[in-house]
């Protein structure tokens, strides 16, 4: 299995709502990414998990709330969003524990929107 | 920290003409250059990389180049066919950070 799923697909949430975003990836990977894209933009980094622990969280507000479960396993727990918060939402995951020699494994991304 | 630039931001091509996008970094620490394809509405995917001990690599239809001394690299697309019309980013990493990505050349390759 080479590749990295992400559920849902599509998600429309109000901002009251509380919701959660999966990303799954059998490779083998020690490293795991969420990205932020807006339209017409490069990935934003989010948060990345390097055998399960966060190691980086980019200044990201608290109503994005991640958690990996295992090493397999990605979520990413929304609540109280604010519209500008609508984009897509990448999980990637790399071999090397940085990323920084190996290329990302991308999820198909989780198109949010939120009204 | 590292900034990776990419030019040109748009390029229109004939289908079978040559297509090149060049970056530039600043940081000279960087070893590893990817190149992601975005077609519309699907994910980013690595199309070709270069380490910084090679100064050129090819597959296919693709091929990358660094030049180290001016900090640059350029992806090369050959006898393009309109399926190469996408977004394509650059970015540019070393060992403990994180990737930096370039802000992406969108390519449209006219039948």
């Known amino acids: 299995d080479t590749e990295v799923t992400q559920t849902p697909k599509h998600l429309v949430m109000g901002m009251t709502n509380k919701k959660s975003l999966k990303c799954e990836q059998h490779m083998g990977h020690r490293a795991m990414y969420w990205y932020k894209q807006k339209a017409k933009k490069p990935p934003e980094l989010m948060f990345v998990y390097s055998y399960e622990k966060l190691s980086i969280n980019e200044s990201v507000p608290s109503r994005f709330s991640p958690e990996c479960p295992n090493s397999s396993l990605l979520n990413l727990h929304l609540h109280a969003l604010q519209p500008e918060d609508s984009a897509l939402y990448l999980c990637?995951?790399?071999?090397?524990?940085?990323?920084?020699?190996?290329?990302?494994?991308f999820g198909s991304g989780t198109r949010l929107t939120v009204v | 920290g590292e900034n990776v630039e990419q030019h040109p931001s748009t390029l229109s091509v004939q289908e079978g003409d040559s297509a090149v996008i060049k970056c530039t970094y600043s940081?000279?620490?960087?070893?590893?250059f990817p190149w992601y394809k975005q077609e519309l509405g699907k994910r980013p995917q690595l199309i070709i990389d270069?380490?910084?001990?090679?100064g050129e690599k090819k597959d296919q239809r693709i091929a990358v180049t660094l030049n180290k001394t001016a900090k640059h690299f350029s992806l090369h697309i050959t006898e393009t066919q309109p399926e190469d019309s996408a977004v394509y980013f650059c970015?540019?990493?070393?060992?403990?950070?994180?990737?930096?990505f370039g802000p992406g050349t969108r390519l449209s390759v006219l039948p």
């Open positions: 990637a995951s790399s071999q090397d524990t940085t990323g920084g020699n190996y290329g990302y494994t």
């Open positions: 940081d000279s620490a960087s070893n590893y």
């Open positions: 270069i380490r910084s001990n090679v």
């Open positions: 970015a540019a990493t070393y060992p403990g950070q994180n990737f930096v």
